[in-house]
């Protein structure tokens, strides 16, 4: 069951300090696929994720370092207060043991405060605020730094083109403080979930005591990370989408009053979709996923960072954060947009840091085509040719508006392949008529040679058997 927002007595845990720190080499898309031989260009890259660049941790840079900046610049942006709690949220610790937390706090001239690391993959930010938020609200802490900090370079294969196009290092932090309700940057609501069915589709095979009798030296693919994109893809759409109204509906906020919507930096497509489904407006999207990529639990304080630095948002504003990674896990919290101005730091081994602000570097994130045309949530439900042909004509919709084919270019028999849709737009428009018609079709069962008819003749089969299992009493 996902998490619920508890009652509280008036302590509310406010966002006072804002960090980060990005290492400071840069790899463009080009770079990215002559260093891995990857057969890709820049072009590819750019429409399928909206990424044109990322930062890489060079020799001698590890987690560690980048939280230890992102965590002293936040201080630095709340005016040097001491937090009394340091919770790291990362994916690539810098050992397997100890955890880097306590490091990080040791670095900071914090003294001997408790401090942990959390791993929930990309959703480890939005998990790590809402532990730190029951804490606050608790009364167990005063102060907590949060920090969400990754080095996935050391985790990616360069020569895999599903995962070294998409993934960059970076840090990010936030300090929280107990604070009064209504001040801006006060955390509202949350919720959270896990379904551990999909622990597979984004994973590391070795390294874990699940393989411990396996070989001294596992087989390459199983060195690094893998994911299945496709079907990530829509758990990651359905997932976030779902998260988000639950944490609006607890706030008692609705989507088209937001000043903010940041989600996790994963995939400008999912972005766009998710944005689309909750009703955002596009300008209150925000992100920087075009110049840092995906880097997983340091992606939702990256963009924070970025976002309170260009002082585009009002303090106090509705804000929505919401995250989906590996486990599967996912996460949204709803809270005010904060009244701190963002600090960056360079990663360094010294304790040390010369602070200054954020250098910002583009606008709202991008989107990727226009917004798809929403319709009733469902369609007629009576048998015959006329349910069958709306049907059809809201897949040839969906294909002129959503991905741009000339109406004229749909003919009979052309497969979507052949209308130029990849594997991923195929998982794009599926799950663009699962939300309009409430049955979704397995990732498996349209392929690219399937035809628009083929796939509105599946839509229509689920539908009637599903009115066929309600009318039996079958449990929805």
């Not at 820049?42 to 980048?66: H, K, N, V």
């Not at 005591?209 to 829509?234: F, I, K, N, T, W």
Request: overall charge neutral.
């Amino acid at each position: 069951m996902a998490s619920r927002t508890p009652q509280h007595d008036g302590r509310s845990g406010v966002v006072c300090g804002i960090g980060a720190s990005l290492p400071p080499a840069e790899r463009s898309n080009a770079d990215v696929a002559r260093e891995g031989d990857l057969a890709t260009s820049d072009e590819w890259i750019r429409s399928r994720t909206g990424i044109a660049r990322r930062r890489r941790a060079g020799p001698g840079i590890a987690t560690g370092d980048l939280a230890t900046a992102a965590g002293g610049a936040a201080l630095q942006s709340a005016g040097g207060a001491a937090p009394d709690l340091v919770l790291l949220a990362t994916t690539t610790p810098d050992r397997r043991c100890p955890a880097t937390a306590p490091e990080v706090a040791h670095r900071l001239g914090l003294g001997p405060v408790p401090a942990f690391d959390l791993a929930a993959v990309c959703s480890g930010f939005v998990y790590a605020l809402t532990v730190a938020t029951g804490l606050v609200r608790a009364g167990l802490c005063e102060r907590p730094l949060v920090i969400g900090a990754e080095t996935y370079s050391s985790i990616v294969d360069p020569r895999d083109r599903d995962t070294a196009v998409v993934f960059g290092d970076g840090a990010g932090a936030v300090l929280l403080r107990a604070g009064e309700r209504g001040e801006p940057g006060e955390v509202l609501a949350w919720d959270l979930g896990a379904d551990g069915a999909g622990s597979d589709l984004i994973a590391i095979a070795a390294g874990g005591s699940a393989a411990s009798g396996a070989a001294d030296r596992p087989p390459r693919e199983d060195r690094y990370l893998r994911m299945r994109g496709r079907e990530v893809y829509a758990h990651a759409v359905r997932r976030m989408t779902e998260s988000s109204r639950t944490a609006l509906r607890r706030a008692d906020w609705r989507a088209s009053t937001l000043g903010a919507f940041i989600g996790h930096q994963a995939n400008q497509r999912i972005l766009d979709t998710v944005g689309d489904r909750l009703g955002v407006a596009a300008e209150r999207r925000f992100g920087n996923i075009r110049d840092v990529g995906n880097t997983a639990a340091a992606s939702v304080p990256l963009a924070l960072a970025d976002t309170a630095a260009r002082g585009v948002v009002r303090p106090g504003a509705p804000t929505l954060l919401t995250a989906f990674g590996g486990g599967l896990t996912w996460g949204s919290i709803a809270l005010t947009w904060p009244g701190a101005r963002a600090c960056a730091d360079p990663p360094s081994r010294s304790r040390h840091f010369g602070r200054g602000p954020v250098t910002p570097r583009h606008g709202p994130a991008p989107r990727h085509g226009p917004a798809p045309r929403h319709g009733p949530a469902t369609e007629p439900t009576a048998a015959g040719g006329s349910a069958m042909d709306s049907v059809h004509d809201h897949v040839i919709t969906v294909l002129t508006e959503k991905f741009d084919i000339p109406a004229e270019g749909i003919s009979p028999g052309t497969t979507l392949t052949e209308l130029g849709l990849d594997s991923l737009a195929v998982t794009e428009l599926l799950v663009t008529l699962q939300e309009r018609y409430a049955v979704g079709p397995p990732d498996d069962a349209v392929t690219g040679e399937a035809t628009p008819e083929d796939v509105a003749a599946l839509v229509r089969k689920l539908q009637n058997g599903a009115q066929r299992s309600a009318g039996q009493g079958t449990p929805e």
